[in-house]
């Protein structure tokens, strides 16, 4: 870590960090844009155009040239960066967007003489995200003095610095706040990595996602040591950072969130002003999801130092953490800015430095002796040389203490886990809750016993349980690959009809104002074999408007009819009544279907990022009769959590919040 340069980049990045915004802004994040003279916008429309004919281009000239085809990015952001606030009417700053148009022309020039000097001197980067095929940047600065080399034979420490909130921070804006040529060095030894993280949604979702895909291409791209890699952050980005650390621990030397909020609660004065009470039993358990205390056990693997000013309110996201560590018989490491607010103080900011110095210079430990890890869903289930492959309940803490010793002895103790995997070498033996197991690397329990599991039998396991990456809610189905499959038939009835159209433009026009990407959408008609094996599909509909579910209706455990839809023994008249749903495939068991729905928080959760969180579980009924709103797709009779083999509880999986 190192005391960051005061310049109008770290001021967008860190300062500009106000986590409540005007309720009457809160369906138009970002806000509408500025209107720019009718020469201007004409002149940067024909620029735009240009250059999305040049990229055209440079796709065909550099098909046989993979390395510099994977650069494209870095010359397509430039393009959203312009085209975005033009076509949908965000904020743009013409002298801003003239300047983006010329970068991206110089870099298209320099990719086609086979040149990428921006890898040596830093600045602008961008990729491809894999969940919806956007374009999303992040800013690169170098080490002091580097040139980049394939093979390079040194290792570099990587800094993630996760930024503030700005409803203003549109694509052009976080690029062009060091003017997108070359920030100011950090250090001899190390990279830092300013991520966008889909704009202003704390690096939640699709912006966690984007964390790791920026970690591979770092890796890809320069000779970064996978053990000095450290996440901070600050405000939101304080945020991001608690919940990137506690959440993938095993990945980091260290961590250091400032300020922020690490869960949604106490943040949000719910129980003082009545709310928590108020809220649907499932609301309550899905906030296991992202609140942080719940966690709190994977910082015994991660050194973590957790800085505020010491008048900034926001200090109580340490306050909250170490309470939760103390609990446990933690201690948090905390560093605290003298007589300040909201903003790093400058002699606390070079303790931290070397504090964080210090744990990177030690690196990360892959093959620790001994572990503890703790989860509430298979989403988040690795903490180093150990995986949980299901649970006995989701949404109930889980929980794993392990040690192996110098024979290769592993002993683990469990708590709520169905299934593991062990990714040692040399095991020697295996003991799991007092029973002792031949020493190999899957294992189930099997009416309530520990078993040693083969390879076939671990893998058909899976596909009747809820694992990693297919364990719901239904937002987990836009954290990969997704697709919107649009209906073309004819509806069950009006009223459904026109709710499942209202939900499809819903869904897509938040998805590129609060995830900033196109979602990908095809007619049902049109869906092809590659389709269904590469994505997850959102199936916008009814079974007889919808063609693909039509062909899946009766393999799921909630019947959707002309007449009603039906859970067990539960029914509700299917002419005002709609189904939103997610679960494994029936034509392709290892993705998800997901039924009329997007992410699932909605414009009144827009004013807070602590309330960005998943609102839906894995089902609801929809009564249409109530209209659509900023906080739900209508009213909900009927929700529910299916069991860990995707079926119907009795209980809807209420249990204790």
Avoid at 33 to 60: F, M, W
Avoid at 267 to 281: R, V
Avoid at 374 to 388: A, G, S, V
Avoid at 600 to 616: G, V, W, Y
Wanted: proline share 7%.
């Amino acid at each position: 870590m190192h005391a960051r340069p005061s310049n109008s980049f770290h001021i967008l990045l860190c300062v500009l960090c106000v986590f409540a915004v005007n309720p009457a802004l809160a369906a138009s994040i970002p806000p509408p844009g500025n209107g720019i003279p009718a020469a201007d916008r004409a002149q940067l429309e024909e620029g735009v155009t240009q250059l999305e004919n040049v990229i055209h281009l440079l796709e065909k000239e550099l098909v046989n040239k993979p390395d510099l085809l994977a650069l494209l990015p870095d010359v397509q952001i430039y393009h959203k960066a312009v085209d975005w606030p033009l076509r949908y009417h965000e904020l743009i700053d013409v002298k801003r967007a003239h300047a983006a148009l010329a970068k991206g022309m110089e870099r298209a020039r320099q990719l086609r003489q086979n040149q990428a000097p921006w890898l040596s001197t830093g600045g602008v980067r961008a990729y491809v995200s894999r969940i919806d095929g956007s374009i999303q940047p992040y800013i690169v600065v170098p080490p002091k003095g580097y040139a980049h080399k394939k093979n390079d034979p040194d290792h570099y420490r990587l800094d993630f610095f996760f930024h503030g909130r700005s409803e203003n921070l549109t694509e052009l804006n976080f690029i062009s706040g060091k003017g997108g040529d070359a920030p100011t060095a950090t250090g001899p030894d190390h990279f830092t990595v300013y991520p966008y993280g889909r704009y202003c949604c704390a690096n939640k979702f699709a912006g966690e996602i984007d964390t790791l895909e920026i970690l591979d291409q770092m890796k890809r791209d320069y000779a970064i040591d996978e053990n000095r890699v450290l996440v901070t952050g600050f405000s939101m980005g304080g945020a991001a950072c608690w919940h990137i650390a506690v959440h993938y621990p095993d990945l980091w030397a260290a961590a250091s969130p400032g300020a922020g909020f690490c869960e949604t609660r106490a943040y949000q004065k719910m129980d003082k002003n009545g709310e928590w009470d108020a809220l649907p039993w499932y609301q309550k358990k899905l906030m296991h999801l992202y609140d942080c205390p719940d966690y709190a056990l994977n910082l015994s693997m991660l050194p973590l130092i957790a800085y505020a000013g010491e008048k900034d309110p926001q200090q109580q996201s340490g306050d909250l953490m170490q309470q939760a560590m103390e609990k446990l018989g933690l201690k948090l490491e905390r560093i605290y800015g003298p007589n300040t607010a909201h903003a790093y103080e400058k002699t606390a900011k070079k303790e931290l430095a070397a504090r964080l110095d210090a744990y990177a210079a030690k690196g990360r430990n892959p093959l620790p002796k001994e572990l503890h890890f703790e989860t509430w869903t298979t989403r988040y289930n690795r903490m180093h040389w150990l995986t949980i492959d299901a649970l006995d309940h989701h949404w109930s803490r889980a929980r794993i203490d392990g040690k192996v010793d110098d024979s290769g002895a592993v002993t683990l103790t469990t708590t709520n886990v169905a299934a593991l995997t062990i990714k040692l070498p040399n095991v020697s033996s295996v003991t799991i809750d007092g029973a002792k197991l031949p020493a190999t690397s899957s294992f189930a329990k099997v009416n309530g016993a520990w078993n040693a599991l083969t390879q076939d039998s671990a893998l058909s396991t899976q596909h009747s349980h809820k694992y990693h990456c297919l364990q719901g809610p239904i937002d987990d189905a836009f954290l990969d690959a997704f697709l919107i499959v649009k209906p073309t038939g004819q509806p069950l009835n009006d009223k459904v009809g026109q709710w499942a159209t209202h939900e499809l433009n819903h869904a897509t026009d938040q998805w590129r104002k609060i995830f900033r990407g196109e979602a990908p959408i095809k007619n049902d008609t049109d869906l092809s074999i590659a389709d269904i094996q590469n994505n997850n599909l959102v199936l916008f509909g009814d079974p007889s408007s919808n063609a693909t579910l039509k062909k899946i209706a009766d393999k799921l455990p909630i019947r959707w009819t002309n007449q009603s839809i039906t859970l067990g023994e539960k029914s509700y008249p299917a002419d005002h009544h709609a189904l939103v749903l997610i679960y494994p495939n029936p034509l392709n068991p290892k993705r998800y279907v997901v039924l009329n729905s997007g992410f699932t928080f909605r414009e009144a959760d827009h004013k807070t990022n602590s309330r960005q969180i998943a609102k839906l579980p894995d089902y609801a009924v929809i009564d249409l009769t109530t209209p659509a709103n900023d906080k739900l797709p209508g009213a909900i009779p009927e929700a529910g959590l299916f069991d860990e083999s995707w079926q119907l509880q009795k209980d809807d999986g209420q249990g204790a919040p």
